[in-house]
């Protein structure tokens, strides 16, 4: 391994790639150039290994997975549309090209164990079994929503799913989460802990403190750093010194990986292996989840600091694309099986759209219940 220098915090500087890598992951720079046939050779790689992983699971197990996929690319596709119209209030980021580290993630676990986000949730809400109408009525501010129209996009809560945020600040759900399994191991309930955070929120104390305290406590936790290579505009080439992000598990003995994010099964096998460790042993992982957004961070992001020919290069390596395309080819399922599919998902979408639009907006003393800062107490001000 070779010695790595402090470099200052120039742009020069980020553009070279860390060589202290020990873990076999890909580069993460783009290149300004796409070849067009290397990206197809990488993609049928790809698709060659999704397709070694058939194994052990059916047919039903296979289009869930899918069908989750393109529930959610559907869901955000409509959120994005009707954001633009005036339907959604405040901030809005989307999981779109994200989705099978979600879907992989959470189809290795089970109903009682917990779930924790940041604010790129609507993904992992649906994968853990919100309903869309739910999701799409919290994203209105309507009564009928997950946190009762109170919480909007980032704070989607469902307690009896173990779904718990939905958290818009930077790593903030990372001590949170450990606190979860801390919970779990001290009453020795059984239930596990997935993690889902940003690179970002890697450079975070919270996210060291957690990792040290979970691995020196047996903690059932396991975090998920879906390294989607951005951190607002910000690319990690510029904001972190040792980029292999799995490899910072070893500054705590903590077992972990890199998983291809783009891959929906290579993340479900991953993560039942640390679901083995977590269930068996009570120890934790760390999972590097190499990922790409599609969308900009938010609704509101003009995207001018990555160039389209990188977003292409990425989406050629679409999840649902890569999944479908092998789905077909294994003849789990015809194209018109997949029309039907989709048919059904437009449905769901549409119908959540719906519910949402029809829904009652909260009562006016909603504003007094179940918020953390009440600086307006009525009950007080009556008295003055
Ligand atoms: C503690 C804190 N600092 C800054 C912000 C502003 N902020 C919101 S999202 C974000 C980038 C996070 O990027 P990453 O963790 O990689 O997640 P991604 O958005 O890529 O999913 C920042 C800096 C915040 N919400 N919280
Ligand atoms: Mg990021």
Redesign the pocket.
Known sequence: MSKQTAAPPSRAGAEEQSSTSVIDAPAQDAPADVDKKQLARERDEVKERQKDRFTGLNKEQLIGLYRQMLLIRRFEEKSAEVYVAGKIGGFC?LYIGQEAVAVGAISAINKEDFVFA???EHGHALAKGMSARAIMAELFGKATGCSKGKGGSMHMFDKDLGFLGGH?????QIPLATGAAFASMYRNSGEVTLCF?????VN?GAFHESLNMAQLWKLPCIYIC?N?Q???GTSLARAMSLRDIAQKGCAYEMASEFVDGMDVLAVREATMRAVQRARKESLPTLLEVRTY?FMG?SMSDPGNYRTRAEIEKYQERDPIKLFSASLLEEKIVDEKALEEIDKQIHEEVEDALRFADESPLPDAAELYTEVYANPIDPSRNRDR
Do not use: C, L, P
Request: proline share 0%; aromatic share 14%.
């Open positions: 980021h940041s604010y790129r818009a600040i930077v790593g903030g955070f940003g690179e970002a929120a975070q879906e989607n951005y951190g607002m957004r961070h």
